[in-house]
């Protein structure tokens, strides 16, 4: 079975400081799709970013980069200039082919003032 | 515009009633699915289904039914509400296939927060 590992229950950064969460994840396939998404306090499940296994490049979104490492199965997110928007539960979500979504336990992240 | 959209938003039940959650999604997705947040657990697969008229187990399935009668439409039922079902439920949906545009991204409803005493 997939399975993805967030080792990081919580974590906090100053505002406008860089922060990085990981992630790693374990199968055999080689077709998969990884994927960070936000949680806030509204409860609203919002996707931050995805990337293609077959992708060597890794995926930017703005102030979010992943760095995708595919022989050691880590997937981490990187959020630059911390925003007190930020503020929020980040899960790390992993899909082999059309196969259901596989999330992790998250990831709360505090952005302080 | 609507998306994903879950009904009720709230719910409180007493142990062993019935109740039937409701998730509507207007992007003529072929997928669907249910999934139940628990604090320190992240989001857990109940059911999905890969097209009208059919349904699969996810995760942890036990003590829940679903029905995907029509391609918009996906219903998650509780027959005897128990307290370990206290949790957050998700309905989320998505195109099939890999290749087209948008496929693999999964839309989430708000969520819908059920209680049982």
């Known amino acids: 079975a997939q399975t993805v590992t967030q080792s990081q229950p919580e974590m906090s950064v100053q505002e406008a400081e860089t922060v990085t969460l990981s992630c790693t994840y374990d199968?055999?396939?080689?077709?998969?799709?990884l994927f960070w998404y936000k949680q806030p306090p509204s409860r609203q499940m919002i996707l931050v970013i995805r990337?293609?296994?077959?992708?060597?490049q890794n995926a930017t979104e703005n102030r979010f980069s992943v760095n995708f490492q595919k022989a050691a199965k880590s997937f981490s997110l990187k959020i630059s200039d911390s925003q007190l928007g930020d503020t929020a539960m980040y899960f790390c979500?992993?899909?082999?082919?059309?196969?259901?979504?596989?999330f992790g336990k998250g990831t709360r992240l505090s952005v302080i003032a | 515009n609507a998306g994903v959209t879950q009904t009720p938003k709230f719910r409180v039940l007493k142990t062993g009633q019935s109740m039937t959650l409701l998730c509507a999604q207007d992007m003529n997705h072929e997928y669907m699915y249910w999934y139940r947040q628990d604090p320190g657990m992240g989001l857990r697969l109940i059911h999905y289904?890969?097209?009208?008229?059919?349904?699969a187990k996810g995760e942890v399935p036990d003590g829940y039914n679903v029905s995907r009668l029509k391609k918009q439409n996906f219903l998650l039922g509780l027959e005897s509400a128990a307290p370990s079902q206290t949790s957050v439920y998700f309905c989320?949906?998505?195109?099939?296939?890999?290749?087209?545009?948008?496929?693999?991204?999964?839309?989430f409803g708000a969520g819908s927060r059920l209680t049982v005493l």
């Open positions: 989320a949906s998505s195109y099939a296939g890999t290749g087209r545009s948008g496929a693999n991204v999964l839309t």
């Open positions: 289904s890969v097209g009208e008229g059919t349904t």
């Open positions: 199968t055999s396939e080689n077709n998969y799709y």
């Open positions: 990337q293609e296994a077959y992708k060597q």
């Open positions: 979500a992993f899909m082999i082919g059309n196969t259901p979504l596989v």
